[in-house]
Every structure is written in structure tokens, then in C-alpha cells.
């Protein structure tokens, strides 16, 4: 279950750098994740080349040999990895694909329960240790929640989707104890989204203040990781709460 | 998903080698270095240690880390051992001395909560550098009953005390004496185990006793030994082990694949390793790794090689290990022990080894370090032609400088002259024959000098023709050798003594990085 970054050298000969980057390409798409790619030439450009990745969007960027024996190479692989991460977010839950999923969850865009999961999310999640992809897969979890409930054959063309929101939406479906939101044994990505599941529930009910409360009683250095952080940003989240209700 | 991940804390331009080149008694204060540094500690905590320093000077070995849940820590745990029956006291400001890949900080934070088995505090402002990587010393610790942990020391007057070892190194051994007094600048020996020498008292403390060892060149290999079974238990000279054990090694390890067909020459090879071994060596030094079931599974080699001017340069080389992942930090020893022998020495060598940039792990331990330590260690790529020299006819001797070195009953040869180094002999000294070889130590190579060298060690033997390795830095058409053909090794450095204790800071380092890769594969 991971992306694919490919790196093709052109050398003129076949079979030609665009096949063997589709042909490199096929098992990731087979199990839906979309890899990418990086062609090198070692000589002038190829504007076959250029005019192929316009129609391809896999293929991020085109650079010379020389470039890999640059100092800067870092910087060259950091961008890759910015462009990979933005377009793997993109390729898996197109916003085309998220407004038809919320359509089919009978919400609306405005929903404060996935407007309030959202804005929860984006705090929370850069404090703690939460990959690229959990953070995909929290932000969709809800909404993927609600669509298998409904119309679980909607999501049957896209795998990938399905794939990384399971363990989370298993957990929505046990109604996950927050009390066990400390416990290691549960990956740190399944208790976050299920925290902040807890926490648009309390919000949509009014009763956030009480639940955050509840939450940070008797906080301390020793209490876990994702209380104290909540902690942190415990007023935010009710500024959240109180602006939506006065809007 | 995963869980207790911590690989993001680390930057990728806070790299190792970044890391630990402090020297002794930096102060660090700026804020991104010291959360480096520690975020780099975490990172790699499985191979450092953190030790608690108590008010009253006592030290409490605890586990330093932090809540895996957060991105970054916002506050570091110590936990002591789960066994243990000391407590942490009323402190209100903790000092913790850390120590990975051979640097060590001592760091001081404030006590923010604590409970029965765990004290939780801030991060650290500052971080003290301590002792950066001094000469390694290894604690026998009482539990291990190790034969060494009781000795004798005999005093001028030959009287005899019992004597309870702490910790032993290469320049000094650590002891504990109880019934008797030595003062500072006495003179004694040192009976361990077999081993005895003399050793000079340099700082007592309470009945702890530092000695300094005062050991001579002849008895230094029988010393290292002593050494290397405190620090490398896993070690065992080459004569523990029969020729034909050695030699089956060596061929199931493919390092003979490399060179042609070795088995027609077992018997040779075996002889030549038997007659290198007659009294000891100290310029020749071979061990072995072995496995739980005390079969051998690594080798490698230590060799006073080359000569120039007053300084010798010494040869890592003929190192195989059977592949078996379960044992990495078993192969880490074949490098680390050569490493370790030459920092006890007494002289100041130079150390040398070709190798192939193909191992990417031995890229890291070499070529990175090198490439970081430019001012201490010189790599060069290079084309090792293998090939065979036949003096000419017309040939006269050079005025190049003509060295022999002895090991056992075998002698070798070595020449210099201005940059150009040679050695020659015995034959399967190295069992590829890369140690007959002839480099330069400048920045050009020149067939003709070398020609000229290899034909002196030839001459001065008494031969009128050898195989030989010419070490060019250049790729080069016309060695002058017959049936020349370019071997695998393609990258050569040089080592001076002080970058020896960080050769071992990146093998350590090179090893925790293959467990890790292994542990996510």
C-alpha cells in the first residue's frame, strides 16, 4: 500500500522512457495508488518528451544528469516529495470525488460536523506523529464513515481510499471509548481521528466546553501525548465552536 | 498505520555526521543544536546510554525518551530499569550525561513531574561535551563473572594483592583494591589472567585505582588480546581455529571468488598463516568472529604493510563474514577491533585499506566519514591493476629506502621513494596478493615509478619476477605488467591516528544503520 516514485533515464532506446515508466507504473495503479515519476536525460531536451507529461500528470519533473552531482540535489528531491504528496492528496480524493461523496452522504460542503472535524483536524494533527497519509486518511475518514453506511458500492472504485480510512472507520463503527485515547497499544492516527470524532460530536450536541473539560481533567506532564496537546489547543477549538454558532 | 515512529524528528541536514565531531568542553546554547542533538539521541537511543547523575556524585543508568505520540517531544522521560530499587529522590533539577557513537553530553533540566519509576523534565538549554571520544575503555561488570574481573597486583617489594577490576582500556585499567594503598607514581605489576606487565599508578580515589598500562611493543599483541576479550567477546584470534576451519570461512564467505580458484593453493595458504603465527605477532594480527555456537563466521586482518620514512602505515584488509543479518553487530567487530588495536599503539601510524564502493555500508563507514574528515583521512579513487612484473635486465637498483618487517617466521619487504610506496611478500600474507602492491601518497602516479619500486622489492628478494597491484589514480593502459587486469577494489583511503576513535564513531554508526534498515524491511 504505498505510492510509486520512479526514476527513468533516457538513453534513446527501446523500449522507450514513457513505457517503461507506464510499464513500472502498473502495480501501484493495479492496488489504486498512482505513482510517479522523474525522466533524466543526459543530453538536450526531448520535446516528445515535454509534450507526453503534459498529458501525463504522473510524471513530475524532467532534469539533466548533471543535476543529481549538484549540491542542491536535496532541494531537487524535497520538491519532488512536495509535488508526490500534494498530488498523491489529489489523485486519491479529487475534490470532484469529495463533493460527490458528501453529496451521497446527504450533507452539504457547509455541514458544521465536517466543517468543525476539518478545522479540529488541521490544529491537532501537526502536533503530533501523524504521517502525510494518516492525515489523509483522518481528514476523509468521516465522510467515507457515512458513505458506507449508506452506499457502500460507491466507494468500490476506489481502493485506496477504502484502504487507508479502515482501521479508523473500523473504530468509528466499535464506538471507540475515549478513555483508551491514551492507550499505545491503538495506532496514533486511529485514536486521533476517533478523539476528534468525539470532540465534533460533543461540538454538534453543545456540549464541547464539558466534553474538553472532562478531557483535561487532572492534566499533567505524565498524562498522554495527545491530551496535553489537545490542551494546547483546547481554546481554539471552542473559538471554533462559538464562531460557527455565531454565524 | 504505524505506531512509536520517530524517524521525522530527525532532519535530513542533521545527519551523523553532522552530529558528534564536537570537541571536549563545547558549550552548545544555540536552540536548534541542542534539540538536534537530542532529537538525534532519541533517534538512534537504542545504540547510546543515558546515565542520572545524583547529587551525591552516584550514577543511575535510566532510559531517556519522550511520548512517541507527539511530532516533537515537549517534555523527555528518564525510567529506571524496572528492577531497580534505587529511587530517584527529591530532585528538582536532573543532570543526565548521554553518550552515543562515541560523543557524550551532559545535559540539566528541570524535574516538571515525576513518578515511582520515571522522572519527567524539560528540555535542555545547553548541552556540555564531554570526554568526545577518548580511548574506549569496557566495564566488566561484576554479574558477567568474567575470569579477568579478579587480578593481582604485585608491588615492587613483591608483595601480592587481590585486586577487583572495573574497567579496562588501552592506555589504563580500572580497580578496585581494599586491603592495601598504592600512591600516585608507583610502579607494579599487573598479573591478568595470563598476561603480566607492569603498570604505574596515575590517580587513586577512595580505593579506586587508575593505572597506566606500561607495555612494551613485543607484549602488546599478547596485551590486546587480554583486551579484546573484555571488549570484543565474540573475538577470537585465528589460531583458535584450525587452517582448514579458517580456510572453509573464507571460501563459504565467496571472499575467495574474487581472486580465482584458492583451493589449489590451500595448503600453501594454510602453511603461510601457520608460520606467521609462530611466537605472536605484533605486526601481523588476525581474528575471527564466531556465532552463539562458537563456529566462525568473519575474519579479518590487521597488517604493519608499508613503510614510508618514519612512519608505517598499516593495512586493514582480508575481512569476510558469512551473511547472516541476525549477526551484524558481530560483523561491526571485524572492523572495529583493527581500529581499536592501532589507537593502543604507541607509535604514530597511519592506516590504510582498499575497498570496493559497490558495499554501500561500506561506503558510509569509509567514504563518508572521510569525505567529512578531509583534514584527517585521504580517499581517493583508484584502479588496482593486478598483473605480473619481470625485472628487466637492464634494471639497477634505486636508491629508494629498502624496509623489512618480520612476522612470525616470514619476511617482508618494503621500499619508498619521494611519494611512491611498495611492499612485497610473503606470499598469501593477504591471499588475493593486494598487499604486494606499490601507491603513491601524492596526487599523481607514474608507471615508470612504480615499475621502478616493485623491480627493487623483486631485486632485494632475489626474484626475478612477482604478481603485483599497481595503484593508480588514474586509469592507466601502459602498467608494464603482463596479463594485467583491473581488480574490483576502486576506492583507497588513508587514515591518520586521530581520525581512528571516529572511524569508530561511523562504524557504530554504520551498524545501528543497518539494524534499523533491517528492522523496517
Same mark, same amino acid.
Given at each position: 500500500m504505498r505510492c510509486g516514485f520512479i526514476i527513468v533515464v533516457e538513453d534513446s532506446q527501446q523500449p522507450s522512457t514513457q513505457q517503461i515508466f507506464q510499464n513500472l507504473s502498473k502495480p501501484y495503479s493495479a492496488t489504486g495508488w498512482p505513482s510517479f515519476g522523474v525522466f533524466v536525460r543526459n543530453g538536450v531536451e526531448s520535446i516528445s518528451t515535454y509534450k507526453w507529461m503534459a498529458g501525463n500528470s504522473g510524471v513530475i519533473d524532467y532534469v539533466?544528469?548533471?543535476?543529481?552531482?549538484?549540491?542542491?540535489?536535496?532541494?531537487?528531491?524535497?520538491?519532488?516529495?512536495?509535488?508526490?504528496?500534494?498530488?498523491?492528496?489529489?489523485?486519491?480524493?479529487?475534490?470532484?470525488?469529495?463533493?460527490?461523496?458528501?453529496?451521497?452522504?446527504?450533507?452539504?460542503?457547509?455541514?458544521?460536523?465536517?466543517?468543525?472535524?476539518? $478545522?479540529? +483536524? *488541521?490544529?491537532?494533527?501537526?502536533? %503530533? #506523529? @501523524? !504521517?502525510?497519509?494518516?492525515?489523509? /486518511?483522518?481528514?476523509?475518514?468521516?465522510?467515507?464513515?457515512?458513505?458506507?453506511?449508506?452506499?457502500?458500492?460507491?466507494?468500490?472504485?476506489?481502493?485506496?481510499?477504502?484502504?487507508?480510512?479502515?482501521?479508523?472507520?473500523?473504530?468509528?463503527?466499535?464506538?471507540?471509548?475515549?478513555?483508551?485515547?491514551?492507550?499505545?497499544?491503538?495506532?496514533?492516527?486511529?485514536?486521533?481521528?476517533?478523539?476528534?470524532?468525539?470532540?465534533?460530536?460533543?461540538?454538534?450536541?453543545?456540549?464541547?466546553?464539558?466534553?474538553?473539560?472532562?478531557?483535561?481533567?487532572?492534566?499533567?506532564?505524565?498524562?498522554?501525548?495527545?491530551?496535553? $496537546?489537545? +490542551? *494546547?489547543?483546547?481554546?481554539?477549538? %471552542? #473559538? @471554533? !465552536?462559538?464562531?460557527?454558532?455565531? /454565524? | 498505520m504505524t505506531s512509536n515512529r520517530h524517524l521525522q524528528l530527525i532532519n535530513p541536514e542533521e545527519q551523523f555526521q553532522e552530529q558528534v565531531w564536537e570537541q571536549s568542553g563545547d558549550l552548545i546554547v544555540d536552540p536548534n543544536s541542542v534539540k538536534a542533538k537530542i532529537?538525534?539521541?532519541?533517534?538512534?537511543?537504542?545504540?547510546?546510554?543515558a546515565k542520572l547523575v545524583l547529587p551525591n556524585g552516584s550514577i543511575l543508568p535510566v532510559t531517556l525518551s519522550y511520548d512517541t505520540d507527539e511530532a516533537e517531544p515537549s517534555c523527555l522521560w528518564l525510567e529506571l530499569p524496572k528492577n531497580s530499587s534505587s529511587g530517584f529522590?527529591?530532585?528538582?533539577?536532573?543532570?543526565?550525561?548521554?553518550?552515543?557513537?562515541?560523543?557524550?553530553?551532559?545535559?540539566?533540566?528541570?524535574?516538571?513531574?515525576?513518578?515511582q519509576f520515571c522522572l519527567f523534565i524539560s528540555l535542555p538549554d545547553s548541552l556540555e561535551v564531554l570526554g568526545a571520544r577518548n580511548f574506549p575503555r569496557?566495564?566488566?561488570?561484576?554479574?558477567?563473572?568474567?575470569?579477568?574481573?579478579?587480578?593481582?597486583?604485585?608491588?615492587?617489594?613483591?608483595?601480592?594483592?587481590?585486586?577487583?577490576?572495573?574497567?579496562?582500556?588501552?592506555?589504563?585499567?580500572?580497580?578496585?583494591?581494599v586491603d592495601f594503598q598504592i600512591s600516585e607514581g608507583e610502579v607494579g605489576e599487573i598479573k591478568l589472567g595470563s598476561?603480566?606487565?607492569?603498570?604505574?599508578?596515575?590517580?587513586?580515589?577512595?580505593?579506586?585505582?587508575?593505572?597506566?598500562?606500561?607495555?612494551?611493543?613485543?607484549?602488546?599483541?599478547?596485551?590486546?588480546?587480554?583486551?579484546?576479550?573484555?571488549?570484543?567477546?565474540?573475538?577470537?584470534?585465528?589460531?583458535?581455529y584450525s587452517g582448514d576451519d579458517v580456510f572453509a570461512l573464507y571460501k563459504n564467505s565467496g571472499y575467495f571468488g574474487q581472486f580465482g580458484k584458492a583451493d589449489a593453493f590451500k595448503p600453501e595458504i594454510i602453511s603461510t598463516w601457520n608460520s606467521l603465527s609462530v611466537g605472536h605477532s605484533y605486526e601481523n594480527v588476525d581474528y575471527v568472529t564466531q556465532d552463539q555456537e562458537l563456529k566462525p563466521i568473519g575474519a579479518s586482518?590487521?597488517?604493519?604493510?608499508?613503510?614510508?620514512?618514519?612512519?608505517?602505515?598499516?593495512?586493514?584488509?582480508?575481512?569476510?563474514?558469512?551473511?547472516?543479518?541476525?549477526?551484524?553487530?558481530?560483523?561491526?567487530?571485524?572492523?572495529?577491533?583493527?581500529a581499536e588495536y592501532l589507537l593502543g599503539l604507541k607509535e604514530d601510524c597511519m592506516a590504510l585499506v582498499w575497498y570496493r564502493s559497490r558495499s554501500r555500508f561500506i561506503e558510509k563507514i569509509y567514504s563518508k566519514l572521510a569525505r567529512n574528515r578531509p583534514d584527517k583521512i585521504r580517499l581517493s579513487p583508484v584502479h588496482?591493476?593486478?598483473?605480473?612484473?619481470?625485472?628487466?635486465?637492464?634494471?639497477?637498483?634505486?636508491?629508494?629506502?629498502?624496509?623489512?618487517?618480520?612476522?612470525?617466521?616470514?619476511?617482508?619487504h618494503c621500499t619508498y621513494s619521494n611519494s611512491v610506496v611498495g611492499g612485497y611478500g610473503p606470499k598469501w600474507l593477504n591471499t588475493s596478493g593486494l598487499l604486494n602492491c606499490v601507491f603513491t601518497l601524492s596526487d599523481e602516479d607514474s608507471s615508470t615509478l612504480y615499475t621502478q619500486e616493485a623491480s627493487n622489492l623483486l631485486s632485494t628478494k632475489g626474484e626475478g619476477?612477482?604478481?603485483?597491484?599497481?595503484?593508480?589514480?588514474?586509469?592507466?593502459?601502459?602498467?608494464?605488467?603482463?596479463?594485467?587486469?583491473?581488480?574490483?577494489?576502486?576506492?583507497?583511503?588513508?587514515?591518520?591516528?586521530?581520525?581512528?576513535?571516529?572511524?569508530?564513531?561511523?562504524?557504530?554508526?554504520?551498524?545501528?544503520?543497518?539494524?534499523?534498515?533491517?528492522?523496517?524491511?
Open positions: 539533466h544528469a548533471e543535476e543529481f552531482e549538484s549540491s542542491k540535489i536535496s532541494d531537487l528531491f524535497y520538491s519532488w516529495w512536495l509535488k508526490v504528496s500534494s498530488k498523491t492528496e489529489d489523485l486519491i480524493c479529487h475534490p470532484s470525488l469529495k463533493e460527490s461523496l458528501i453529496a451521497v452522504a446527504s450533507k452539504s460542503n457547509a455541514d458544521p460536523q465536517l466543517l468543525f472535524f476539518d $478545522q479540529a +483536524s *488541521s490544529i491537532l494533527l501537526p502536533k %503530533l #506523529n @501523524i !504521517s502525510w497519509k494518516e492525515a489523509i /486518511a483522518i481528514r476523509l475518514a468521516p465522510l467515507v464513515f457515512e458513505v458506507m453506511e449508506s452506499s457502500p458500492e460507491i466507494l468500490s472504485p476506489h481502493p485506496a481510499i477504502v484502504k487507508i480510512t479502515r482501521e479508523i472507520t473500523g473504530c468509528f463503527h466499535e464506538n471507540f471509548d475515549i478513555r483508551g485515547v491514551g492507550n499505545k497499544d491503538i495506532a496514533i492516527a486511529v485514536r486521533t481521528a476517533c478523539l476528534i470524532r468525539y470532540l465534533s460530536l460533543a461540538n454538534a450536541s453543545g456540549n464541547l466546553e464539558s466534553s474538553l473539560a472532562s478531557l483535561l481533567d487532572n492534566l499533567s506532564p505524565r498524562s498522554p501525548a495527545i491530551i496535553r $496537546q489537545l +490542551s *494546547s489547543v483546547s481554546d481554539r477549538l %471552542l #473559538n @471554533i !465552536s462559538e464562531r460557527a454558532k455565531a /454565524a | 532529537y538525534f539521541f532519541l533517534h538512534w537511543a537504542s545504540s547510546g546510554a529522590g527529591s530532585l528538582q533539577v536532573a543532570t543526565v550525561v548521554i553518550s552515543i557513537f562515541k560523543a557524550t553530553y551532559r545535559l540539566r533540566a528541570n524535574v516538571v513531574d515525576r513518578d569496557h566495564e566488566i561488570k561484576a554479574e558477567r563473572n568474567h575470569p579477568l574481573k579478579r587480578a593481582n597486583w604485585v608491588s615492587k617489594n613483591g608483595q601480592r594483592f587481590e585486586i577487583t577490576i572495573e574497567s579496562i582500556g588501552l592506555k589504563t585499567l580500572n580497580f578496585m583494591s598476561f603480566t606487565t607492569e603498570a604505574k599508578c596515575v590517580k587513586t580515589t577512595n580505593g579506586n585505582i587508575i593505572c597506566e598500562w606500561l607495555i612494551s611493543d613485543s607484549e602488546y599483541h599478547k596485551f590486546f588480546e587480554i583486551y579484546a576479550s573484555v571488549s570484543f567477546p565474540k573475538l577470537r584470534t585465528r589460531t583458535f586482518s590487521l597488517t604493519k604493510a608499508f613503510v614510508h620514512g618514519k612512519t608505517n602505515y598499516w593495512a586493514f584488509h582480508q575481512l569476510c563474514a558469512l551473511r547472516r543479518e541476525e549477526e551484524i553487530d558481530t560483523t561491526g567487530l571485524l572492523y572495529s577491533w583493527r588496482l591493476v593486478k598483473g605480473t612484473l619481470k625485472v628487466s635486465e637492464n634494471f639497477k637498483k634505486s636508491k629508494s629506502r629498502v624496509a623489512e618487517i618480520s612476522f612470525g617466521e616470514q619476511i617482508r619476477e612477482g604478481e603485483f597491484y599497481f595503484c593508480y589514480l588514474n586509469e592507466k593502459t601502459d602498467s608494464g605488467l603482463d596479463g594485467a587486469v583491473v581488480g574490483e577494489s576502486d576506492r583507497f583511503c588513508v587514515f591518520s591516528k586521530t581520525s581512528l576513535m571516529d572511524l569508530l564513531a561511523s562504524i557504530e554508526h554504520g551498524i545501528a544503520v543497518a539494524k534499523r534498515k533491517k528492522e523496517i524491511a
